[in-house]
């Protein structure tokens, strides 16, 4: 089972900051917090990764608290093709264990 | 540089039938996953390969699955004497190293197989 925790869905206006939380309370000090999003019925893409300092890169920008019991990943100006279901993973294994994700949807 | 690369992407086969779907890594990565998702349900993991081994097939049914990353040419999963319950999207992934916490997986496109 995911260890994760993610609201099932959100709505986001075109252009503006999506902001999608997730909950991971037990995570361990080696695994790292992976984010991942599925588009309709395509493969899994990977978006970003982090340990415990925030990380940016050219698709988004991932904040994880102090305690790193829970994270936020940033999409800073949202696009109609950014809608999809987003996974919170925490990495701790070779196998990604995906719970039910984030289905973001933008609104023009 | 080519990501990783599944085929075919939509197989279609009657039951009792034999469905193989193969998926070459990205150029480096010598790391395969099978994940399978099934209609309006989520990925679960399936099987990890190395070339040669199989690192963790916890996920794979118990009968008519198996799995294989050849030394040379694609990985391979192999599904014997096909059931409507089969039906479901494939996808595999793979990756650089055995770095345990951090090795980033990336996906393929997925193979859609439908049991009729």
């Known amino acids: 089972d995911a260890k994760t925790t993610q609201p099932p869905s959100m709505d986001c206006a075109e252009g503006r900051a999506a902001n999608l939380p997730c909950n991971h309370s037990?995570?361990?000090?080696?695994?790292?917090v992976y984010w991942y999003r599925q588009i309709h019925s395509q493969g899994p893409q990977y978006i970003i990764h982090g340990l415990k300092n925030n990380e940016t890169n050219e698709m988004a920008s991932l904040i994880i608290t102090e305690d790193r019991k829970s994270s936020t990943l940033i999409l800073p100006h949202a696009t109609l093709r950014d809608t999809a279901v987003y996974y919170c993973i925490e990495q701790g294994a070779q196998k990604l264990v995906f719970g039910q994700g984030t289905r973001l949807t933008i609104n023009p | 540089n080519a990501g990783v690369m599944q085929n075919p992407r939509h197989l279609v086969r009657r039951r009792g039938q034999e469905a193989r779907l193969r998926c070459s890594p990205m150029?480096?990565?010598?790391?395969v996953y099978w994940y399978r998702q099934l209609p309006e349900e989520g990925l679960k993991f399936m099987v990890y390969l190395q070339k040669e081994n199989i690192i963790d097939e916890s996920g794979m049914p118990k009968e008519r699955f198996s799995a294989e990353f050849p030394k040379e040419g694609p990985s391979i999963l192999r599904i014997q004497q096909v059931v409507r319950g089969d039906s479901a999207a494939y996808f595999c992934?793979?990756?650089?190293?055995?770095?345990?916490?951090?090795?980033?997986?990336?996906f393929g496109p997925g193979t859609r197989l439908l049991v009729l």
């Open positions: 037990t995570i361990s000090g080696n695994e790292y």
């Open positions: 150029k480096g990565h010598s790391h």
């Open positions: 992934a793979s990756s650089r190293s055995i770095g345990q916490f951090e090795e980033t997986q990336y």
